[in-house]
């Protein structure tokens, strides 16, 4: 019963460092988003995909790629981490309804 | 541009009390709201509204949304401690992902 599935739950980066957050779902669900979370900001969305081979922008989407090659699983880099990006970042899936299943989250510092 | 404005920010309570928290929002092609209640990490769904005046509950909570006022509010009777999380609003709209407010964090004192 995995559900959503991010990784790492942790992460230190330096400045200009580039890396990869990992996100799998096996709910067979179309539809996979990214979040950050800052505090007194709420959740704003980066990017999300409706399936395979689509993908778009959501709120604040700069400094940030993603792909979706299969449905499973939609992965966030960090093309060139900054300090305004330490974050809380969650993915999330959704079915025909619109409920958001998300993931445990990647608390992420960039130094 | 889009807002979903949650109040209050946060809130202390006793034990046994009924707390109630709103979202208001301005969005175009409104489609959903939704409440989420989150502890330690992930979010968790608590229930999604569409039709006005329509009560959903669960347990000691229950929502309602009113479309001609563009609210929501989350009722919680005879809090307890576990009760205690950050309560988010969020609302959805066409084919994007969910607009979230800021939240509400609510303590309840034993």
């Known amino acids: 019963n995995a559900g959503v599935t991010q990784t790492p739950k942790f992460q230190v980066l330096k400045t200009g460092q580039s890396m990869t957050l990992q996100c799998a779902q096996d709910?067979?669900?179309?539809?996979m988003s990214w979040y950050r979370q800052d505090p007194g900001m709420g959740l704003r969305l980066i990017h999300y995909?409706?399936?395979?081979?689509?993908?778009d922008q959501g709120e604040v989407p700069n400094g940030y790629n993603v792909s979706r090659s299969t449905t499973e699983d939609f992965p966030l880099r960090l093309l060139s981490a900054a300090p305004s990006q330490t974050s809380v970042y969650f993915c999330a899936s959704r079915g025909l309804l619109e409920k958001l299943f998300f993931g445990s989250g990647t608390q992420l510092s960039v130094l | 541009e889009d807002k979903v404005v949650q109040s209050p920010l946060s809130l202390v309570v006793h034990e046994g009390d009924t707390v109630t928290l709103n979202c208001s929002y301005e969005v175009t092609n409104f489609r959903s709201l939704l409440w989420y209640k989150q502890e330690k990490k992930a979010p968790t769904f608590l229930f999604m509204l569409t039709s006005s005046g329509i009560e959903k509950k669960s347990g000691r909570l229950s929502s309602i949304l009113d479309k001609k006022e563009l609210s929501s509010i989350l009722n919680i009777t005879a809090t307890q401690t576990g009760d205690s999380a950050i309560y988010l609003c969020a609302v959805k709209r066409g084919a994007d992902g969910l607009t979230f407010g800021k939240g509400t964090h609510l303590i309840i004192q034993p």
């Open positions: 995909s409706v399936g395979a081979g689509i993908t």
């Open positions: 709910m067979n669900h179309e539809y």
